[in-house]
Every structure is written in C-alpha cells, then in structure tokens.
C-alpha cells in the first residue's frame, strides 16, 4: 500500500491546536486517528483541535481520558478520544472493550496508538508528535489506506501545503 505523508512543525499550544481544527474539519464517521508521541509532546492539544474540528463546542473541556480511557465527545460527529498510556498490553486493551469504539459510526482518536497496532482498523491515519524544542513541535501524518491518502491530500489543498 503505498503511503502518503506529510510533516508540520508548530511553535506553540495555539498552533497544534490550529492544525488539529484544521484536521478536525475534514474529518468523517469511520475515520479514526492513531496518535503517537511522548509525555508532554501536545497530543491533548491536539485533541482539542480535532474536537473543534469536529464542531465539539469551544467552551467543552477536552481533557486526556488516562483514568477513564474513554471520552466521548458530541459535534456534528460523535468523537471518541480514547488513551491508553495507563494500560499494560493488548491483553488489558481487548479487556476493556475499546476496541469496539473503533468500529463505532463516529469519529475515533487513539492516544498512543502504538501500544495496540493489532486492534487499529486498516484506514487509521496516524499523526506521530515529536518534541523539537520546549515549545516546537514536529507532527507527521501519515496513512496507506485510501482514506488517510484522502484526508492528508484535502489538508494539503485546504492548507496550501505544510
């Protein structure tokens, strides 16, 4: 399957969330987002973005769902805002039953994402955050399936590129 990719760099919390907006606003029931990047990389910022994206309203708090796993967010999609940094392996993930969310009629995001490769549905589109600098930050889109392909190319054109 051939990749499509594309990286942005941001300069500040406002940016990500920026780019998340942007993101958000493209996105469709069934489209699920595989998040990936250290502690403190921007990834709930981000989330915050897509939510608004999404149509989720400015004033609804988007917080990191570490002890709850899952946040369900209403828009003009539902948005899943899954975690699992707090679990152990697949074995915890398939026991907690967020596997199902990925196969919901709404709009997925799985922060670290590469803690369960073997339960992400084919047409994830993963976005892998590094951090730069204390306030610089690398984002990477990336996907192989049609969809992904899709969604990085209509945020290339609505964007004018990175």
Not at 33 to 41: D, H, Q
Request: glycine share 12%; with cysteine.
């Amino acid at each position: 399957m051939l990749k499509k990719k594309v990286t942005y760099s941001t300069t500040s919390a406002q940016e990500t969330i920026e780019l998340g907006r942007r993101l958000g606003s493209l996105l469709h029931t069934g489209d699920v987002l595989a998040v990936t990047g250290p502690l403190g990389s921007g990834k709930t910022w981000f989330t915050k973005g897509v939510g608004l994206g999404l149509g989720v309203p400015e004033k609804t708090v988007i917080t990191s769902p570490s002890f709850a796993l899952v946040n369900e967010y209403k828009g003009r999609h539902v948005f899943y805002h899954m975690d699992l940094y707090r679990l152990a392996g697949l074995e915890e993930i398939l026991a907690s039953g967020l596997e199902e969310y990925l196969h919901e009629e709404a709009v997925a995001l799985v922060e670290w994402a590469d803690r369960c490769p073997d339960i992400l549905p084919a047409q994830i589109l993963t976005v892998s955050f590094l951090i730069e600098g204390p306030n610089q930050r690398r984002l990477t889109l990336e996907g192989g399936h049609p969809r992904a392909r899709e969604i990085i190319e209509a945020l290339l054109r609505e964007s004018g590129g990175p």
